[in-house]
């Protein structure tokens, strides 16, 4: 934050769309009037969590806003679990960044309570890296009227409050802030007054936030909306808890030095705070988890060992006769000592290592695995080391489709397991990396425009068959998002309808508000993390459910492309029925032909023409790839005998117009 930007003050608490469970700020809009009333920097603190963390981190500094990070955090309280308190951490420096992804991975792991994620206040005092404790690196704010503090003097327990304030100060020394706040809640001019009493007696400093839920006094209503949504609740119930004001949108500066013009010392501290947070992320990097070689043998040697080696395996199976194999081998080799040399070029032999390894466990130990799909196909290092299955050579496949030292990006294997065996796999790489090393990725849900009408439908209380119809009218189109306002466009009678119907128009208003935030968090599909280390080096995690084993439904709280961002490598282990029901198939030819007690289903020649007789007719249901109408026209129509590149044609046509 420039010193010449001279700001008066600087928001450090907000819940973006990212707290799920109330918010309705969306990045890219909090950094923008950030940056438009000059604050120079802005927070992001979510409601237990760290989900939207690393994109807030990219938005921010890409519009010149100064990116503070923390979370607003749930304490347990040992006497009452029903009561626990709150507290404002924000993030120092790469330490505290650490720290704090230990504390939300610990809390949601390990001490959830109906739901909500607990940070045990003796936490704080444990030892982390270095010895030091895990408040290390942090500042607090106490949490204003929601911390233990503030609990306190409602309570009228002003012992306590001293209590719990000369604790916090012990626990986080010269980081610990009273926080003050004016939003228009019940008991506020009390609390205040209270809590600058205190904060003077015991030589504290205060400081004055905004909890910020919404970005403009009109989202109030959406903002509930949203509210409703998470917690099942009805808009209208006159005895649903309000815990949210009409005052809790992004105040610019003005408003803030307005509101505390009596306490300036309050507002200063909120400068001053964000001027103390300076955390750096390295993003982009890719950390590799370490590969054991034998007998010190670097990994390039090793990869370069172990593709040999698997090539001659494959020569040997390609080429019976030894004659024809000889013949053949250079050219191979060539190719070979091509992959190799780019693979070690790019810094990836440990990739490579690392999915050859998890591969040829699995076909060992009884999991079937498919052939390799996508531009992996075309390597030939991965079909010596087992990760593919089909010679690309033979097809004129091109390995500068998949890894091209003119385009750098990790590469990136589609993993077909089958489905029952797909978690044997991923138990045995926990095993061999350490299971605080490995987790899948999270997802979110969003709202699109159909969900967000119905779940605002549903909040308002309107009838379902009304809400059903005006859904209905927004286009489906495969492929593609169909927003309302698209929607609208297109379809006369939604337009119609909100311009004659005051409940439509209602409906409509507030869906659009909520279009497109994130409403829930899932689980990647396919997508593992395997970590050099610990996961928490790198990002915090998350469940939503119990851990019996510690991380048994364990994602991290970056999606995909955070994950990545911040370093960590992503291998796809993809279950697929398919390979269940031919691995099913060949056990049933084993058992009833004992003629073909070691047979499988690679040992049907890729121009089988049975097979392709199937084909022709389409009779394709529950054939990967093959099932849907339009490829079933296809085959129809194209009558296919084979699968493979023509070498006439391959010889003939430009090879670099395809690289």
Known sequence: MSPMSAPRFVHLRLHSEYSIVDG?????????AAAADGMGALALTDLANAFGLIRYY????????????????????????????????????????????MLLSRAWLGNQHRGRAEIDPAWFLEPGEDDLPLATGLIALSGAMGGDI?????????????????????????????????????????????????AAELQLPVVATHPVQFMTPDDYTAHEARVCIAEGELLANPRRTRRFTTDQYFKTQDEMCALFADIPSALENAVEIARRCNLTLELGKPRLPLFPTPDGMSLDDYLVFMAKEGLEKRLAVLFPDEAVRESKRP??????????????????????????????????NGVPVGPGRGSGAGSLVAYALGITDLDPLKYALLFERFLNPERVSMPDFDIDFCQHGRDRVITYVKEKYGKDAVSQIATFGTMAA????????????????????????????????????????????????????????????????????????????????????????????????????????VVSQYDKDD???????????????????????????????????????????????????????????????LESRGMQGMLKDAKPDRFETSSRWWHCTDRARWT
Not at 26 to 31: F, I, M, P, Q, Y
Not at 94 to 101: A, D, E, S, T, V
Request: net charge neutral.
């Open 24 to 32: 309705i700020v969306r990045l890219e809009d909090a950094v923008k």
């Open 58 to 101: 990219k938005e921010a500094r890409g519009k010149g806003v100064k990116p503070v990070v923390g979370a607003d955090v749930w304490l347990t309280n040992a006497e009452d679990r029903d009561k626990p308190s709150r507290l404002l951490l924000l993030v120092q420096d790469r330490r505290g960044y650490l720290n704090l992804c």
């Open 150 to 198: 503030g609990m306190a003097l409602a309570n009228g327990n002003a012992d306590a409050a001293r209590r719990a304030a000369q604790h916090w100060a012990s626990v986080f020394p010269q980081r610990f802030y009273i926080e003050l706040q004016r939003a228009g809640h019940a008991g506020t001019d009390a609390y205040v007054q209270h809590a600058v009493q205190l």
């Open 331 to 364: 050219e191979y080799y060539a190719r070979l000592e091509f992959e190799t040399g780019t693979i070690i070029k790019m810094g990836f032999p440990g990739y490579f290592l690392i999915v050859a390894d998890f591969i040829n466990w699995a076909k060992n």
């Open 450 to 553: 159909k969900a967000a009408v119905r779940d605002v439908g549903r909040v308002l209380d309107l009838g379902y068959g009304f809400v059903d119809g005006i859904a209905k009218l927004i286009p489906f189109k495969p492929g593609k998002l169909v927003t309302i306002e698209e929607a609208k466009k297109e379809e006369p009678l939604l337009t119609e309808r909100e311009n004659n119907e005051e409940e439509v128009r209602q409906l409509l208003e507030l869906a659009q508000r909520v279009e497109g935030m994130t409403r829930n968090v899932g689980m990647h599909a396919g997508g593992v993390l395997i970590a050099p280390g610990r996961l928490t080096d790198f990002c915090p995690l998350y469940t939503q459910g119990a851990q019996n084993d510690g991380m048994s439904g």
């Open 563 to 625: 994950v990545e961002a911040a370093g960590l490598v992503k291998f796809d282990f993809l279950g697929l029925t398919t390979l269940t029901i031919l691995d099913w198939a060949e056990r049933y030819i084993r058992r009833l032909d004992p003629s073909k007690a070691d047979w499988n289903c690679s040992h049907i020649p890729l121009d089988d023409g049975p097979a392709f007789d199937i084909l022709k007719t389409a009779n394709t249901v529950a054939v990967f790839q």
